[in-house]
């Protein structure tokens, strides 16, 4: 994602990247950040939601819709906060 918006909005940066040989370092990097955001967010989501191990097993559609949620808001913030940012 972060190479196609690079790509599409912001072509000085990329042909930057690309030319000095970085672009590579820089997507893994934000990979990894973006992973690490994601992770932390649905962490703290679930726990501030109350979306547990113990109402996994009370109710387990219920905890799929909860966590599918989660996911998806958590996504959505990486995406804003790190995918698509310069």
């Known amino acids: 994602m972060r ?4 790509k ?4 000085g940066i ?4 690309l030319l000095s040989g ?3 370092k820089h997507l893994l990097m934000i990979q990894e950040q973006a992973e ?6 649905v962490q703290q989501m679930a726990e501030r939601e109350e979306v547990t191990e113990q109402l996994k097993v009370q109710d387990q559609m219920l ?3 909860r ?13 804003e906060e790190i995918i698509y940012i310069l």
């Open 3 to 6: 190479k196609h918006y690079l």
């Open 8 to 11: 599409e909005y912001k072509r």
């Open 14 to 17: 990329y042909s930057g990247l």
């Open 22 to 24: 970085e672009l590579k």
């Open 36 to 41: 690490e955001r994601f992770d932390l967010l």
């Open 63 to 65: 905890w799929v819709r």
């Open 67 to 79: 966590m599918n949620s989660i996911r998806a808001r958590a996504e959505e913030i990486v995406r």
